[in-house]
């Protein structure tokens, strides 16, 4: 290979049939080792057909890639870009290629909408992605976790079940729980697959998946517990137990799932990521028994702002035209009439003088509801030219409850 500083990348799709190459190259940008085993899962959801990176001389120096996925929205869902694979070689760092990789994506995905995980927060605002899910990271000690006396677990019990009862079960209560959860993804047979894929090389020093069910006062499954131990533990006290997965349709069940992983014996710490709003806290006796620290946050694109727009539904009537800056260039920005309300929404583009001026990395952070815009305004992100306006478009946009996204990708 020639040296780096000599060379011109060029931008090439992935081969269909796929390429193992492309993906040692996206471990090795992550720094980590190829293990061919732990990563079969992920490489059999790699969608070829929307791979692509920058070659030298037939060598893959970055790599970009996405997924097709339904993102839940408040009142409905949008087909949207799950971004994902995204490196640079370090040799290679620094010099445009990831802007060049995001300029070629955010013009060639057909969906409306993308979301990613950022590996750092500081990468993807300027490309237009905003911060949109505040999740949380709660631990601590289990043993002083009470909670308060008066918290109703209801009637119901817990069981821990195998594998196989627990797919067969909890694919149709997370459907069914997903209309109210903004943020999550629809999983196919495919992702599931990989979701309760438990082999030992994908969960290195951690035991195998353990899952348990709700059931409510009448037997009925209403919901669902996965959680892990640490793989070689002495015989005593002192474990940590970690929840991968816990959600339910009743606040009972919920926090009766929650005292069944705190009360395990031999367990002295808990750690969890949860939503920005889960109960948890307001159920302990001592509110502060467990740390919650601000987690990793998932972040939204709009692509497509009237469809966008379009595909949510608003907790408030609201009619307000929106004048939206893209850091792509003065042709994908617009001046948009958004004239919506629980019942739904229509958009428009109009040449009227806007109410609330805003870039689509803000108006993203706020289009799950997880972030207000009265905050982003007051941190100078978002002006205001219409009195009143901003604070309407925010109780719009706000949700019932905070987004929160359960599938890492
Ligand atoms: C959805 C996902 O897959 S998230 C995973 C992202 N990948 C990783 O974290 C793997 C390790 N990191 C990398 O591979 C690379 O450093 C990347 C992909 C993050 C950046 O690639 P590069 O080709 O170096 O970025 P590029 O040269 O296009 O930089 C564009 C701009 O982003 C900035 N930037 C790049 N990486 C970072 C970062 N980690 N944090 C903050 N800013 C960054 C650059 O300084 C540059 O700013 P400028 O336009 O003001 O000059």
Do not use: K, N
């Not at 492309?22 to 059999?44: I, N, Q, S, Y």
């Not at 087909?79 to 013009?107: C, D, F, I, K, N």
Request: with cysteine.
């Amino acid at each position: 290979m020639p040296a780096p500083h000599l060379t011109s990348p060029q931008l090439v799709a992935c081969p269909p049939e796929g390429d193992e190459a492309f993906l040692r190259a996206t471990m090795h940008g992550f720094h980590r080792d190829w293990d061919g085993d732990a990563l079969e899962p992920a490489v059999r959801l790699l969608d070829t057909g929307r791979s692509f990176g920058h070659q030298v001389e037939g060598g893959w120096v970055s790599t970009c890639s996405s997924y097709a996925r339904r993102l839940v929205v408040p009142g409905g869902t949008v087909s949207t870009a799950a971004v994902t694979w995204v490196t640079v070689s370090p040799s290679y760092r620094r010099r445009g290629l990831l802007t060049e990789l995001m300029a070629h994506q955010l013009a060639t995905v057909p969906e409306p909408v993308a979301l990613l995980w950022a590996s750092e927060a500081g990468i993807y605002g300027r490309y237009g992605y905003g911060a949109a899910v505040p999740s949380l990271r709660v631990s601590g000690p289990t043993r002083e976790t009470a909670f308060r006396a008066d918290v109703d677990l209801g009637g119901g019990s817990v069981e821990e079940v195998g594998s196989e009862e627990f797919r067969s079960v909890v694919v149709p209560l997370h459907a069914r729980l997903l209309a109210d959860r903004p943020g999550s993804l629809d999983r196919t047979a495919a992702w599931w697959d990989a979701a309760l894929d438990d082999r030992p090389s994908r969960r290195p020093g951690q035991s195998a998946q353990r899952y348990a069910l709700h059931h409510d006062e009448t037997g009925a499954v209403d919901g669902y517990l996965a959680f892990r131990l640490p793989a070689a533990a002495d015989f005593g006290p002192g474990l940590t137990v970690r929840v991968t997965a816990l959600d339910a349709v009743t606040p009972a069940a919920h926090a009766r799932l929650w005292r069944f992983v705190l009360d395990l014996d031999l367990v002295r710490t808990v750690e969890a990521a949860v939503a920005g709003d889960d109960p948890l806290p307001h159920l302990l006796a001592d509110p502060l028994a467990l740390t919650s620290t601000v987690s990793e946050s998932t972040h939204v694109r709009l692509l497509d702002v009237p469809a966008a727009l379009e595909a949510r539904r608003y907790a408030t009537d609201v009619d307000v035209v929106v004048a939206v800056t893209d850091p792509r260039g003065p042709e994908y920005g617009g001046t948009y009439r958004l004239a919506g309300g629980p019942d739904g929404a229509s958009v428009g583009r109009v040449e009227s003088s806007p109410d609330v001026h805003l870039g689509v990395r803000e108006l993203g952070a706020a289009y799950l509801g997880g972030t207000p815009l009265t905050t982003l305004g007051r941190a100078g992100l978002v002006q205001e030219r219409t009195p009143g306006a901003l604070g309407a478009l925010a109780r719009a946009l706000a949700g019932p409850r905070l987004p929160f996204c359960r599938d890492y990708f």
